[in-house]
C-alpha cells in the first residue's frame, strides 16, 4: 500500500518497532499508534472497522512528497471500505500535505472526521478542491492550533462546494476569538456549530452570524466562552432565522433592562445554567419549550410562557416552589437543592398533574402538611430520581434527619379534631337515640 494512501487516510508516519493497529471487533473499531510506513502492514486489520483512530507521528518530514492521482485499482479499494469515522490525534499536520490528499476522501464513504490535540502548520494552497464534493457531513476539531481564520476566505471558498453540505461543526477548546461573516457564508447547510470552550467575547458574534451565514443552523453551542451581556448575545444570534437550541451554559452574564433585542422566535430550548444570574432575564425567547436555568443565584422566578414543557430550576436559592398555574403545557419541572421548606397543598395538585417532578435535597419542614403533601405527590408516581433517600427532614427536631417518606401524617396523628369531633356527634346521637 502506498504512502499516497496512507496519507489520504489520515495515517500519521513515524518511526519505531511498536507502531501497530489494534482492531476490536465487538465495536467494529481500530485504533492505530504511530504507524510507520515500514509497518504499515497492520492496518489491513482496520479494514472491516467502520470508526479508525490514528494517535502520534510525524508528518512533516512527508509534506513535499509528491502525490499523484489515484490508478483506478486504488480508487475501487477505497470505494470498498466501510470506514465511516477517522479521528486523528496528537499529531503536527502540514497544511500543505493536508490540502493535497484531503481530494481523494471523495472515493470513501467517510462521513466523520475528527481532529484532536493537533498542530496545523503553516498553510496549504486549496485550489485542487475547487468545485470537488466529499462524503464528509461532520467535522471536528478539538484543542488544535492553527493560522488565524482572518485573511482565509479564498481557502475557504475552494472548499465552498464540499463546506456549502456540511451539516455538523464543532471547534472546541481552540482558543477561537471571531469567524469572518464571509467564512460563516459558506456553511449554507450547517445544522449543529459547536463553538465551546473557546474565547469568544460578546464583539466576536455580530461578525460571525453576520446577515447569510449559517442560515440553516438550528444548534448552536457557546457555553465556556468569555459572553457576558444577555442582551450582547441576544442581538448577536438575533441573524439566525432557524435556531432552535441554544447554549450558553458556563458564561458570566448580566442583563440589561432597557435592552428590547428580540430572540429569534424558532429558538425553543435555551441553556442558562451557570451564568450567575440573580434573576430571569427578559425578554426570554417567546416559543420556549425548554429552560435550563439551574446552578444559578434565583431568590424567585415569576414567567409566563404558556409553550414552556421542561424547566430546570435545581441548585438555586429558591424558597418556594414558583406557581405552574402559567405553564399549562409544563411536563418536567426540577427544584433539587434549593431553599425550599413546604409545598403548598395547592400546588401539590397542580404538581401531581406533571410527568417528571424533582425536588430533592432541600430543607423540608416535616410538619403534617409539610411531609402531607411530598407524600402525595410521592404516590402520584410522578416524583423523579432521589426519592425517598434524598428527601429529608430538616424541621422539626423530633423529624431531623428522618427520611419524609417515614414521617407519619395519618389523619389521627395530624388532625385529631377531624376524628375526634365526628366521634362526638356519633356519641350524642347514639345517646339521644338510647333515650
Not at 83 to 101: C, D, F, S, T, Y
Not at 181 to 188: D, H, T
Not at 213 to 220: E, G, T, V
Not at 316 to 323: F, G, H, I, M, T
Request: include cysteine.
Amino acid at each position: 500500500m502506498s504512502v499516497a494512501v496512507l496519507l489520504l487516510l489520515g495515517l500519521q508516519v513515524a518511526e519505531g518497532r511498536r507502531n501497530r493497529c489494534f482492531f476490536n471487533r465487538t465495536q467494529e473499531s481500530c485504533v492505530c499508534y504511530s504507524l510507520s510506513e515500514e509497518t504499515a502492514g497492520s492496518i489491513i486489520q482496520c479494514l472491516p472497522a467502520t470508526v479508525v483512530e490514528f494517535w502520534g507521528g510525524d508528518l512533516e518530514k512527508y509534506a513535499a512528497f509528491p502525490i499523484r492521482d489515484l490508478d483506478s485499482s486504488v480508487i475501487d479499494t477505497l470505494g470498498s471500505l466501510v470506514i465511516q469515522k477517522i479521528i486523528i490525534g496528537n499529531v503536527l499536520v502540514p497544511e500543505v500535505l493536508l490540502a493535497r490528499v484531503l481530494r481523494f476522501f471523495s472515493y470513501t464513504h467517510v462521513q466523520e472526521l475528527a481532529f484532536e490535540s493537533c498542530v496545523f502548520q503553516g498553510t496549504g494552497n486549496w485550489s485542487d478542491m475547487d468545485g470537488q464534493n466529499l462524503p464528509i457531513l461532520s467535522l471536528s476539531f478539538h484543542n488544535v492550533t492553527s493560522a488565524p481564520l482572518t485573511g482565509r476566505e479564498q481557502a475557504f471558498s475552494s472548499l465552498s462546494r464540499w463546506l456549502e453540505s456540511l451539516e455538523e461543526l464543532a471547534v472546541t477548546g481552540s482558543r477561537v476569538t471571531s469567524v469572518p461573516c464571509a467564512i460563516g457564508r459558506v456553511f449554507r447547510a450547517l445544522r449543529s456549530l459547536n463553538l465551546a470552550h473557546n474565547s469568544l467575547g460578546d464583539g466576536s458574534l455580530p461578525p460571525t452570524f453576520c446577515q447569510g451565514a449559517f442560515p440553516q443552523l438550528q444548534q448552536l453551542s457557546l457555553h465556556h466562552n468569555n459572553l457576558s451581556s444577555y442582551h450582547g448575545v441576544c442581538e448577536g444570534v438575533e441573524l439566525l432565522p432557524e435556531l432552535r437550541h441554544l447554549d450558553l451554559s458556563h458564561n458570566e452574564l448580566m442583563a440589561d433592562p432597557s435592552s428590547s433585542c428580540q430572540w429569534p422566535p424558532s429558538l425553543q430550548h435555551f441553556n442558562l445554567s451557570n451564568t450567575g444570574l440573580d434573576e430571569v432575564p427578559a425578554p426570554l425567547p417567546p416559543h420556549l419549550e425548554v429552560l435550563d436555568m439551574s446552578h444559578n443565584h434565583l431568590h424567585a422566578v415569576d414567567i409566563s410562557l404558556s409553550s414552556m414543557k421542561k424547566l430546570f430550576l435545581n441548585q438555586n436559592l429558591l424558597q418556594a416552589v414558583p406557581s405552574i398555574r402559567n405553564y399549562p403545557m409544563l411536563d418536567t419541572l426540577h427544584l433539587d437543592n434549593n431553599s425550599i421548606s413546604e409545598l403548598p397543598r395547592a400546588e401539590v395538585k397542580l404538581l401531581g398533574r406533571l410527568q417528571d417532578v424533582a425536588v430533592a435535597d432541600n430543607p423540608f419542614s416535616c410538619s403534617c402538611s409539610g411531609a402531607g403533601g411530598l407524600q402525595a405527590l410521592a404516590a402520584t408516581g410522578h416524583l423523579g430520581q432521589g426519592w425517598p433517600g434524598d428527601y429529608r427532614c430538616h424541621s422539626p427536631a423530633q423529624y431531623q434527619g428522618w427520611q419524609v417518606a417515614q414521617v407519619p401524617v395519618s389523619v389521627l396523628h395530624c388532625d385529631p379534631a377531624a376524628v375526634v369531633a365526628p366521634l362526638c356527634v356519633a356519641l350524642a346521637l347514639l345517646g339521644v337515640a338510647g333515650a
